[in-house]
Nanobody
Framework: QVQLVESGGGLVQPGGSLKLSCAAS????????VGWYRQAPGKRRELVGW???????RYAAAVKGRFTISRDNAKNMVYLQMNLLKFEDTAVYYC????????????????????WGKGTLVNVSS
């Protein structure tokens, strides 16, 4: 059974940093692209960015230059380093493996498995 678990969220002041982790069990991150998403209160879930199996990364305009996605295949972990955090970065952050991220990478649709973690809350507040 595939399970994704996000961790590392918390309360941080504007301008601060956090590093989120996504751990996988029952699945090898090295075999798939992994996406990070977020959902702010009252808003739809949105893409933060992704990392491919070749370590190619791409980011949403709102976070580009501030956030960095990386992976450690030996530990089967994917990370989201968040710097220069803003109030508007407050959200629940999720990692995803499967159809949603594949569709975003390909700019189309994708079927098949689609796994999500339960998310970790990032609260940027003074």
């Amino acid at each position: 059974q595939v399970q994704l678990v996000e961790s590392g969220g918390g309360l941080v002041q504007p301008g601060g940093s956090l590093k989120l982790s996504c751990a996988a069990s029952g699945w090898m991150f090295s075999d798939e692209a992994v996406g990070w998403y977020r959902q702010a209160p009252g808003k739809r879930r949105e893409l933060v960015g992704w990392i491919t199996t070749a370590d190619y990364t791409r980011y949403a305009a709102a976070v580009k230059g501030r956030f960095t996605i990386s992976r450690d295949n030996a530990k089967n972990m994917v990370y989201l380093q968040m710097n220069l955090l803003k109030f508007e970065d407050t959200a629940v952050y999720y990692c995803n493996v499967g159809a949603t991220t594949v569709a975003n990478i390909n700019g189309g649709t994708a079927g098949g498995m689609d796994y999500w973690g339960k998310g970790t809350l990032v609260n940027v507040s003074s």
